[in-house]
């Protein structure tokens, strides 16, 4: 199957600071990708769409202006968290569909944030 | 709005015994389901997906479906499940079109002993 990559795959950071996470898609061409959250033994959770060349929409409740979303091609698109706090601490997940053949949502191996 | 719903939180077999894990979905339009696994440690991986079609799909690893639609449902099954079946069980959701998202339910996890 397709493969999307995200980097890094974890990261520890200090509060206030921002950390940036991508996730690529690999072979294939991705109008629209995903980001998830995730909290321990629980789902995943979406917090926005987003794509490529315009505004991502996010979920209700996601906070646009902390979580900044960019999908400046077809085969990247980053998260941001912006002044980061431990509460942001989480499990984030993107993915991507190919849009040339749109049967399933890849997925990237995830990123583990820690906030301290 | 759409939501899915995996009822067994935990489940814990013997190896070889079968295994079926429920999934209901609320959402009156043309849906597409997926089960998706995540082993520990790694990343989301598709198990199956049903589109249209037979409704008892098969999937990787000896898994497979079926899409009941009068009862919303799209359980999971393995005849007889191995040690190396222990993972996150997610059944997910989306719409119709290609910039439909995907909604999860909230995952089993699957633990088979020896």
């Known amino acids: 199957g397709a493969v999307v990559s995200q980097h890094p795959s974890w990261v520890i950071c200090k509060s206030g600071t921002s950390v940036k996470i991508e996730c690529r898609s690999l072979?294939?061409?991705?109008?629209?990708m995903f980001w998830y959250r995730q909290f321990p033994k629980q789902s995943l959770m979406l917090m926005a769409t987003?794509?490529?060349?315009?505004?991502?929409?996010?979920e209700q409740g996601v906070e646009k202006d902390k979580f900044l979303i960019n999908h400046a091609s077809l085969t990247l698109s980053t998260l941001t968290v912006t002044s980061a706090h431990p509460e942001d601490s989480s499990f984030y997940i993107c993915?991507?569909?190919?849009?040339?053949?749109?049967?399933?949502?890849?997925f990237g191996q995830g990123t583990r944030l820690t906030v301290v | 709005a759409q939501s899915v719903s995996q009822h067994n939180h935990h489940v814990i077999l013997s190896e070889a015994a079968s295994l079926e894990l429920g999934c209901n979905y609320s959402?009156?339009?043309?849906?597409?389901l997926f089960w998706y696994v995540q082993y520990p440690g790694q990343h989301l991986q598709l198990l199956l997906k049903y589109f249209s079609g037979d409704p008892l799909v098969k999937g990787i690893k000896g898994f497979e479906a079926e899409f009941i639609k009068s009862k919303f449902s799209f359980n999971l099954r393995k005849p007889s499940v191995q040690w190396s079946d222990t993972a996150e069980y997610f059944c997910?959701?989306?719409?119709?079109?290609?910039?439909?998202?995907?909604?999860f339910g909230t995952g089993t996890r699957l633990q088979v002993t020896l």
């Open positions: 993915s991507a569909r190919d849009q040339g053949t749109d049967t399933e949502a890849f």
């Open positions: 959402y009156g339009g043309t849906v597409n």
């Open positions: 997910a959701v989306r719409l119709t079109g290609t910039a439909s998202k995907l909604t």
């Open positions: 987003s794509n490529e060349g315009s505004k991502a929409t996010y």
């Open positions: 072979d294939f061409q991705a109008t629209t």
